[in-house]
């Protein structure tokens, strides 16, 4: 089984739908991070967690919120999807070294009509 | 500000050949340097990670090297296959309680 787990893997929604993306991992890293991926701007950081109780604005956290439920789960939402939130999300941990090392999850499309 | 740039065009290179690679970086004391792996449609994969104080790392076919001075870090994947066709991302460190921050990519294509 995959070590981070992401769903859904694809989601096309409508403009103003609340959206939840979630991840898993059982790598049983304390750290998790949100990525969004769009063409020619690459891997920009969303909101990122360091531990249960800490949770941290990423360079592009506006139009988005997260949860984090428990060490295995932190949950992406879109409160009110639009359209140029129609990117690949990527969910990623990562221990607690000091190198950081990221371990991503499969993705997910999500598409914003 | 602090800024990484990776070439954004593709790379294309005959199959058996060196790719080379190039990340550097302005306004940043990183603690480390990690490149990764991205396949169309999936997400990136952990592959070699060099510290600021050494000049070089290899792994199998992958050789990185890290010029602090030159504020760069050069990728090469010697004896290259298509298989190895993909997109490839520098990410750099501070180290502590701070995290990696991604380039953009470069994609490499292999050709037969």
């Known amino acids: 089984d995959a070590d981070v787990t992401q769903t859904p893997r694809n989601r096309i929604t409508k403009t103003g739908k609340r959206i939840m993306l979630e991840c898993s991992q059982t790598k049983g890293h304390d750290r998790m991070y949100w990525y969004r991926q769009d063409p020619g701007l690459g891997l920009r950081l969303i909101y990122y967690?360091?531990?249960?109780?800490?949770?941290n604005k990423g360079e592009i956290s506006d139009g988005y919120s997260v949860s984090r439920q428990a060490q295995a789960k932190f949950s992406l939402s879109l409160e009110s999807a639009i359209p140029n939130q129609t990117a690949l999300y990527f969910c990623a941990t990562s221990g607690r070294g000091s190198t950081d090392t990221q371990y991503f999850g499969p993705g997910t499309r999500l598409t914003v009509l | 500000s602090q800024k990484i740039e990776q070439n954004s065009e593709a790379l294309n290179i005959q199959e058996g050949k060196t790719a080379t690679l190039t990340c550097n970086y302005t306004?940043?004391?990183?603690?480390?340097l990690q490149w990764y792996r991205q396949d169309p449609g999936r997400g990136p994969v952990f592959l070699l990670l060099?510290?600021?104080?050494?000049k070089e790392k290899r792994k199998e076919r992958l050789k990185v090297t890290f010029d602090t001075t030159l504020k760069q870090s050069l990728f090469h994947i010697t004896a290259s296959q298509p298989a190895d066709s993909a997109t490839y991302l520098c990410a750099l460190g501070t180290g502590g309680y701070q995290k990696v921050t991604f380039g953009i990519g470069t994609k490499l294509q292999v050709i037969p």
């Open positions: 306004n940043y004391s990183p603690a480390y």
């Open positions: 060099i510290r600021e104080n050494e």
């Open positions: 967690s360091f531990d249960v109780k800490d949770i």
